[in-house]
């Protein structure tokens, strides 16, 4: 059994990728201030929606439903991860009264945390006009929005055990699949098992295999944002860090610090958590950096860290390589034992 643990970094630059609440006429984007620095900030909420709308078009997601109206409305997804991976990955909550064969909720897969700019990065305003069609003499309107450069930083947890695995019994909304949708799963081909104190519904490993592929490779493609027509930007990860780790603690969330205003990768960080980690460890640690993100920061990693890399406890080289050599190992079959979990 193993999660996927690490950290996604994000390169904004003169981005606008996640708008917060407008005012005054003006666009602004998330933000949040820590003592009297201002950090600009692309919401969980809004990357995993990048991922979803990243996946390819021959993957079917999962039908949103809407009911209601006004204050009372309800949207939700089909709630179904036998038959939708974005369901599977993602979660989802439906909870519809007096229809039991309906309600049930699944907790996410994929955990992501907010992408906050490491260093303080305050957002800049810039204005523009529209007359177009006026007449002369008449004033233009005026609008605003904010935009910035900065480097995001946000955790990442991949639970590789439950892909695949839905519980069927429970209390309350933990029923990922109620009666009759776990019946339909079954004639499906879906095995009964025991997993984590409940009783679940397991989907064959090639399919699990194919999920858990298809999602590192979504990863590396990575698009979307906000403000595309005036600041289209790459999405994708400018630098990733991934560990196969037992137990499921993230420790490598102190990676990156700042060091005269600027973001800096902390080789001496990574090496001590490596070492303190060594017996969760449950193969290489992965180390994903574009090239020429962070100037010269790369190089210098390299060579501090060139005895691990040596030893095979780390690999350094393009995310999308990266990502996509694992998204090949666990397509063939090489990374069973991280699916199967010792408490099921």
Known sequence: MSYLVGKIV???VAGAPNNGLGEDNVARVKQLRVGRD????????????????SLPASEQVSPVIRSGSGQK????????PDLY???????YMVAVKGDKAKTCQRDTVLSTGT???VAPRPPVRDFGTMSRGFSAGENPVLHGHEFYTAELAGDV????PRIGVFE?????????LPEPAAEEAREAGAEHVSFRGCSALRLAIAERRRRAALLLRTLAAVRGGAKQSMHYGDRTPALFLLAPIKGGVNPF??????????TRFDSDVLRMEMEAWADELDGPMLLGWAPGFLGDQRDQARSDLADLVTSGGLVIDHPRNLLGRLADEIERGERDAWFEDPKA
């Open 253 to 262: 969330t102190r990676v990156l610090g700042v060091r005269g205003d600027r």
């Open 38 to 53: 201002i950090h600009p900030y692309v919401s969980a909420q809004a990357f995993r929606r990048w991922l979803r709308e």
């Open 115 to 117: 992408f906050v700019s």
């Open 157 to 160: 947890l991949l639970d590789l």
């Open 85 to 91: 991976l974005d369901d599977d990955l993602f979660g």
């Open 168 to 176: 069927i019994d429970g209390s309350g909304l933990k029923v990922a």
């Open 10 to 12: 994000l390169d904004v």
């Open 73 to 80: 409305q309800q949207a939700y997804t089909k709630g179904r």
